[in-house]
């Protein structure tokens, strides 16, 4: 698989953020939150932080099969720094979260 595909893996996480985000909408979670004086920026934050978290597992988990060696052959990329290749996927992982949180204020319900 290339390092194309496996960018494109993370549609499947796309999906998921969209759709928790949609039945939050759908569920009034955000209007019970604000009567229990949970502010508006704070239960958004709350979910991007939780979809941080879900979405770093999955960018170590990419970093590590992107560097690590099998059966003495070399990696899917052979001269690069681990690190570098993280952050690359992890800021890539954030503008995807933000892209879902965009998207979903066109949404009122789910399906």
């Not at 949609?22 to 709350?46: D, R, V």
């Not at 990696?75 to 979260?97: E, R």
């Amino acid at each position: 698989m290339s390092g194309c595909h496996r960018l494109k893996s993370m549609n499947r996480n796309m999906s998921i953020i969209v759709s928790y985000i949609i039945f939050m909408h759908g569920y009034i979670y955000q209007e019970s939150m604000k009567l229990m004086g949970m502010k508006g920026w704070l239960h958004w934050a709350s979910w991007y932080f939780k979809f941080t978290v879900f979405m770093l597992i999955s960018v170590a988990i990419m970093t590590f099969f992107f560097h690590v060696k099998v059966d003495g052959k070399r990696g899917v990329i052979t001269y690069g720094d681990p690190s570098v290749t993280a952050v690359f996927l992890l800021l890539y992982a954030l503008s995807v979260m933000a892209f879902c949180f965009a998207i979903s204020a066109f949404f009122s319900k789910g399906i």
